[in-house]
């Protein structure tokens, strides 16, 4: 491990280091489920996991937040003084379904260190990224008895299904919640030499479609030929949603879309962007997408949809001579700056009406909605974080656009403060996928780059200027 | 009931009818479904249960054939003499899968009588209609201490799976099997008051192709726009079976075609068709299928190919963000003649090759493949059948083509001797799906029918002249 020797908290992670490990393997055999009703109680017990680690870390005022779904978790440390920065530091304690299970080399929610990652559902997405901030926290008190700004901790429970309740929860906690900046703990890096920092992240719409064209399965012998079939419909569907051209179909998909800046065009152009290493380490043997784009573009500066998850007829073993009456199929679309998700889930919506058969009935609800987020490069407080970023990691921070989406447009839209984003996360983490995984090396620097995050932006004045 | 009281067999059903239905029950409470290998040994008892049935009828020889799969059953009647024709009788004992099983009224494999109706999987396709076969010899043999033909019965246990293994049965068992007809007991009618007799059968190639994409699943904001998709592979291969015409794609599909001769274009126009009642029964509100042809053509006379399932990514409540990385589509083809099963096998596999964007893989395996079946219409065993059919349901017979797909042709082809089509089936029996049904007065009618034939049968000869 390679921790800078002059930074506060480096002496914190060698002592402390075993404590920090059993609470992130006590954490992860929570399997809080957020997506799946069956696992509510265990996203409730992460919630309380959550809140009892904040307390002992050394944060007050500790609370869960009650939503229609399921809870947040709240605590903060407010003594820094009215002349320091208010600091909302945002992660979430829900993860995602594990499934395929059999793909997993080691239970996902029994959590093994092996070559120095640590392999469990939630690791890096989201639990550990909280971790480390939370111990940051524990590590300055207990240097300094005091932090050099006023943390707000809050942590969701519902981040991987879309964030449904979250606008609600912070419009009824904005009081509670207000601050000068935002921190978001729940992003990546392009590699552990090569640190990076989000300057924007993709909305989402997600959507679920179920067409029903028969009463009940039919024998496609006896009918099969005459009569709509349910599966077939969610295949052109979801066939249909692209042109040859890989472009999204949906009429006006591209209207709102805000071209990149200069700035960022030339940050994305300077990324060194090996494809064949890429493609290594995301599993595939070819590339696809939007023509006239780079992947770099595609994955992050670009809007798309991708059918997530489509199902329809037997899908046992061997076959079963039937025309499906039922069938479904998912799709979430990445958004980015200025598309509007209430636009794109409609147009979506006429989209499916318009293309369905006669005769086929559709029922579509939408499964979250995101909208896109942006930070300006040049704000000072980005500066303060990339010093940070190249003191930990040791050059300087290149801009990147998340393609993944978050509730990070609606913590700075309610709560009118800048997001900064300092994730750990790498690329080939498998968020989402079988053996996800955090590198614990990028897991201690992270610790300790909270800690050296706090002074920077404490040094900023307020408003952070 | 309105069975012909001159039928030989009326005073048995009725002496009789109590026994027979509680067997019926019995046999339909094994749920032998094929397809799935965890009820592999339901098929084995549904096998031992029609062998006990066979015997205890009065059928001699009885034996358990063995396949490299399910077993079938064997047993005779051989003592008509050598100047009578010998009958093979063939049905099956294995069933379809039962899901989606929340749909089903009563329990699939707890028979229930409602309404004259016995509701059960397997109730019509196929135990029923081998019940009364056996039944009648029993009746018969009561009787007369002898029956009219000698009579081999062969009840399969791979039917529902497409008969993987039952040509290689065939083949080996050809010696015992020699015969001069056959009757399958598997088919159905148009309606109780428009008796029919099925006079071809299309053939089926069930195919399963499984994509892969990626290692594993990848988040779809990580990922998405520039990787592959599983899910949309396959949904590109379903959508892509049809032109907008409604005619399958694949290359030269339609090349081996034969017309229909004059005799059935006419049958085929004669048949009284309501296309709103035919909706209603099927319980769908559209129809579609191959532009230019009728309703009856598209259904029994036209190859069709179907989507049977589609399976990829995430089908669990709300949402998970992923790239799926394998998902499947499994695609059954009717065959009519002279359409070769193999040859369309291999063009679906090129197809399917072709298909493929670059860096995936497919794994496309046959499950199943049954030639297209016709019987001439002027045999004289097909005259001593409609007699019969005339006898019992009171009108002449129309002549039908069944859109499903059965080891007919391998019978007729191996054993070379005419096949003919006593079925008492219904179309709204909703066999492979939720609510399968048998019309009782249906059975009870193809008993006493069973037992008119034997003597049709053997007054024209041997051969069947």
Same mark, same amino acid.
């Given at each position: 491990?390679?921790?800078?020797?002059?930074?506060?908290?480096?002496?914190?992670?060698?002592?402390?280091?075993?404590? #920090?490990?059993?609470?992130?393997?006590?954490? /992860?055999? #929570?399997?809080?489920?957020?997506?799946?009703?069956?696992?509510?109680?265990?996203?409730?017990?992460?919630?309380?996991? @959550? &809140?009892?680690?904040?307390?002992?870390?050394?944060?007050?005022?500790?609370? #869960?937040?009650?939503?229609?779904?399921?809870?947040?978790?709240?605590?903060?440390?407010?003594?820094?003084?009215?002349?320091?920065?208010?600091?909302?530091?945002?992660?979430?304690?829900?993860?995602?379904?594990?499934?395929?299970?059999?793909?997993?080399?080691?239970?996902?929610?029994?959590?093994?260190? +092996?070559?120095?990652? @640590?392999?469990?559902?939630?690791?890096?997405?989201?639990?550990?990224?909280?971790?480390?901030?939370?111990?940051?926290?524990?590590? /300055?008190?207990?240097?300094?008895?005091?932090?050099?700004?006023?943390?707000?901790?809050?942590?969701?429970?519902?981040?991987?299904?879309?964030?449904?309740?979250?606008?609600?929860?912070?419009?009824?906690?904005?009081?509670?919640?207000?601050?000068?900046?935002?921190?978001?703990?729940?992003?990546?890096?392009?590699?552990?030499?090569?640190?990076?920092? @989000?300057?924007?992240?993709?909305?989402?719409?997600?959507?679920?479609?179920?067409?029903?064209?028969?009463?009940?399965?039919?024998?496609?012998?006896?009918?099969?030929?005459?009569?709509?079939?349910?599966?077939?419909?969610?295949?052109?569907?979801?066939?249909?949603?692209?042109?040859?051209?890989?472009?999204?179909?949906?009429?006006?998909?591209?209207?709102?879309?805000?071209?990149?800046?200069? &700035?960022?065009?030339?940050?994305?152009?300077?990324?060194?962007?090996?494809?064949?290493?890429?493609?290594?380490?995301?599993?595939?043997?070819?590339?696809?997408?939007?023509?006239?784009?780079?992947?770099?573009?595609?994955?992050?500066? +670009?809007?798309?949809?991708?059918?997530?998850?489509?199902?329809?007829?037997?899908?046992?073993?061997?076959?079963?001579?039937?025309?499906?009456?039922?069938?479904?199929?998912?799709?979430?679309?990445?958004?980015?700056?200025?598309?509007?998700?209430?636009?794109?889930?409609?147009?979506?919506?006429?989209?499916?009406?318009?293309?369905?058969?006669?005769?086929?009935?559709?029922?579509?609800?939408?499964?979250?909605?995101? &909208?896109?987020?942006?930070?300006?490069?040049?704000?000072?407080?980005?500066?303060?974080?990339?010093?940070?970023?190249?003191?930990?990691?040791?050059?300087?921070?290149?801009?990147?656009?998340?393609?993944?989406?978050?509730?990070?447009?609606?913590?700075?839209?309610?709560?009118?403060?800048?997001?900064?984003? /300092?994730?750990?996360?790498?690329?080939?983490?498998?968020?989402?996928?079988?053996?996800?995984?955090?590198?614990?090396?990028?897991?201690?620097?992270?610790?300790?780059?909270?800690?050296?995050?706090?002074?920077?932006?404490?040094? /900023?004045? #307020?408003?952070?200027?």
């Amino acid at each position: 491990m390679t921790l800078p020797p002059t930074a506060r908290l480096t002496p914190f992670v060698s002592a402390d280091r075993d404590r #920090i490990v059993a609470t992130l393997h006590a954490w /992860l055999r #929570i399997p809080s489920i957020s997506a799946d009703p069956d696992h509510a109680h265990d996203v409730r017990d992460s919630a309380a996991f @959550c &809140a009892n680690l904040l307390s002992d870390a050394g944060l007050e005022h500790v609370a #869960i937040l009650e939503t229609v779904g399921a809870p947040a978790v709240y605590g903060d440390w407010l003594h820094a003084g009215p002349d320091r920065p208010t600091v909302v530091v945002y992660g979430h304690h829900d993860v995602q379904p594990v499934d395929p299970v059999e793909l997993w080399h080691s239970a996902p929610f029994e959590p093994e260190e +092996r070559d120095g990652e @640590c392999f469990a559902r939630g690791a890096i997405d989201d639990k550990g990224q909280v971790l480390y901030e939370v111990e940051a926290v524990r590590g /300055l008190l207990r240097l300094d008895a005091g932090l050099p700004v006023n943390l707000k901790f809050l942590v969701e429970g519902e981040e991987e299904v879309g964030s449904p309740h979250f606008e609600t929860l912070l419009q009824t906690e904005r009081e509670r919640l207000r601050c000068d900046l935002i921190v978001v703990s729940d992003t990546g890096m392009l590699a552990p030499d090569l640190p990076s920092t @989000c300057v924007a992240m993709r909305g989402l719409v997600a959507v679920d479609v179920t067409v029903r064209t028969a009463r009940g399965d039919l024998h496609s012998g006896l009918f099969g030929g005459a009569v709509p079939n349910a599966a077939r419909v969610v295949a052109e569907l979801a066939a249909g949603l692209h042109d040859d051209e890989g472009r999204v179909t949906l009429p006006g998909f591209y209207d709102a879309v805000r071209p990149l800046s200069a &700035a960022e065009q030339a940050s994305l152009a300077s990324i060194p962007f090996d494809e064949e290493a890429w493609m290594a380490q995301a599993g595939v043997f070819g590339l696809q997408g939007e023509a006239g784009r780079t992947t770099l573009e595609r994955v992050g500066a +670009r809007p798309t949809a991708e059918v997530v998850g489509i199902t329809g007829g037997y899908g046992g073993a061997g076959i079963k001579t039937i025309v499906p009456a039922t069938a479904s199929v998912k799709v979430a679309l990445r958004l980015v700056p200025d598309q509007d998700p209430d636009a794109v889930a409609k147009a979506f919506e006429d989209w499916v009406r318009d293309r369905l058969p006669a005769g086929v009935t559709a029922e579509i609800s939408g499964e979250g909605a995101v &909208a896109p987020a942006v930070t300006p490069v040049d704000h000072p407080a980005v500066g303060a974080l990339c010093r940070v970023l190249e003191r930990v990691w040791g050059r300087p921070p290149l801009f990147t656009r998340e393609g993944g989406s978050g509730p990070e447009e609606a913590l700075g839209r309610v709560l009118d403060a800048p997001v900064l984003f /300092l994730g750990v996360g790498l690329p080939d983490d498998r968020i989402h996928a079988p053996n996800e995984r955090m590198v614990m090396d990028q897991f201690w620097r992270g610790l300790v780059a909270a800690g050296e995050l706090w002074p920077e932006l404490a040094a /900023l004045g #307020i408003p952070a200027r």
